[in-house]
C-alpha cells in the first residue's frame, strides 16, 4: 500500500528488532512500527542498563538474594518436578525454578532429564529457526556531533534486499544497514559534557548461518570498517575515525559465550508464524512441574517491553499455580 521504497523501508526495517527479516516476517510485526508511530519511545533515564538496576533493587527490597558469579550447571528434576539448581556442583534446594536463560540453550544444556524436555528435544532445538545476530559497536567520541540531528538514525543498504539476503543466506555483507543511538543527545548522564557516546548496531548472521569466523579478526575487522564507514557517510561526521577515544564491541560469539544466546542469535527464536504466539516456547514448562521459562525464546518474545511482559507472564503462572 505504501508507494515509496524509503518510506516502505522505514515501515518494515523495524522487525529486525525482533532477528527476522522484513522480506518474509508475519505481517502481524508491522503492529511495531505503528506502536511507535502512534504511542512515540520512551527512553530510560541514564539508559537501558537501569532496568536492570532497577529490578535489581526491587527484587532486594522484596526479601530476595542475589547470587552473582554463580553459573547454573543444571535444573535439577525429580519425579518430573524441578527441585532446585546444581551451582558449581552444589545442590540449592527451591520450591520452583525460573529459568530465563536463552530457552534453546537451557534445553539443551540445563534440562538434562529427557522426559522433562518433553517435545523439545536436542534434535527439535537444532532444527528450529533462529534469528539473526548483531555486530555491535559503543564508541566515546571526543566531540559533540551537532549535525546528528535525532537519538536514533538509521543508514539504509542502497539495496535492502540484497543486505537481507545476505544477512539471512550467512554471506558476507557488502553493504550493510546500521542502526545508531546517540542517547548523549537526550541524556547528559551518559557521556562527560561536550563527548558524545554512540550505539552503532549492524544486523549480522547468527553463528550458525555465517560462511565467516567471527574468531579471524580479519572478519571483525572487515564489519568494523564497514560499520565506520557508513556513519562517516552521515553529515559532519568524515572525521570519526580519528575521535573516538573509547571503543568496544559485541559479536555474535559474544552472544553465544557471555549470554549463552543460542548460536549466537541475539534476539532467539525467529518469530516466524509457526514460532509464534501458542507455537512459542510457553513460560511453564510442559513436561516438568514448577519449572518456568521467560526471555526472548519465550512467549509472547523478543525485544525488551517484550521479554519484561514474558517475566511478568512467567511470574503470573507461578503465583497461580503456588496459590492452588
Not at 530476595?64 to 535439577?76: F, K
Not at 518430573?80 to 540453550?105: H, I, M, S
Not at 522433562?116 to 534469528?131: F, N, R, V
Request: proline share 5%; glycine share 8%.
Amino acid at each position: 500500500f505504501v508507494k515509496d521504497e524509503k518510506i516502505r523501508q522505514m515501515l518494515t526495517f523495524q522487525t529486525l528488532y525482533i532477528g527476522v527479516s522484513p522480506n518474509n516476517g508475519p505481517s502481524l510485526y508491522t503492529i511495531i512500527p505503528m506502536i511507535e508511530l502512534l504511542y512515540g519511545i520512551w527512553y530510560i533515564e541514564g539508559g537501558m542498563h537501569k532496568m536492570a538496576e532497577g529490578m535489581e533493587r526491587a527484587f532486594i527490597e522484596l526479601g530476595g538474594t542475589i547470587h552473582y558469579d554463580a553459573p547454573v550447571d543444571e535444573i535439577r528434576i525429580e519425579n518430573g518436578r524441578a527441585t532446585g539448581v546444581l551451582v558449581n556442583g552444589k545442590a540449592e534446594n527451591a520450591d520452583y525454578v525460573v529459568c530465563n536463560a536463552d530457552f534453546p540453550y537451557a534445553m539443551k544444556n540445563l534440562v538434562k532429564d529427557v522426559s522433562a524436555k518433553g517435545k523439545y528435544t536436542d534434535e527439535k532445538i537444532d532444527k528450529m529457526k533462529y534469528s539473526c545476530s548483531c555486530f555491535i559497536l559503543y564508541l566515546g567520541m571526543d566531540r559533540k556531533y551537532d549535525d546528528l540531528e535525532h537519538v536514533h538514525t538509521f543508514v539504509f543498504s542502497e539495496s535492502l534486499d540484497q543486505n537481507m539476503e545476505q544477512v539471512f543466506s550467512g554471506e558476507f555483507i557488502e553493504d550493510p544497514s546500521i542502526y545508531i543511538v546517540a542517547a548523549s543527545k537526550i541524556d547528559p548522564t551518559v557521556a562527560p559534557e561536550g563527548k558524545e557516546g554512540l550505539y552503532v548496531l549492524m544486523p549480522v548472521s547468527d553463528l550458525e548461518t555465517a560462511d565467516y569466523d567471527w574468531n579471524d579478526p580479519e572478519t571483525v575487522a572487515y564489519y568494523r570498517t564497514k560499520a565506520l564507514k557508513a556513519v562517516s557517510d552521515l553529515p559532519g561526521m568524515s572525521n570519526i575515525e580519528n575521535e573516538i577515544i573509547s571503543e568496544s564491541m559485541i559479536t555474535p560469539l559474544d552472544f553465544q559465550e557471555r549470554f549463552n544466546a543460542y548460536n549466537g542469535a541475539c534476539f532467539g527464536l525467529q518469530p516466524t508464524l509457526l514460532q509464534s504466539n501458542h507455537f512459542r516456547p510457553q513460560a511453564k514448562a510442559e513436561a516438568c512441574e514448577n519449572l518456568y521459562f521467560t526471555g526472548s525464546s519465550t512467549h509472547p518474545g523478543a525485544g525488551v517491553p517484550i521479554v519484561l511482559l514474558s517475566g511478568k507472564i512467567a511470574a503470573d503462572e507461578l503465583m497461580l499455580d503456588d496459590n492452588k
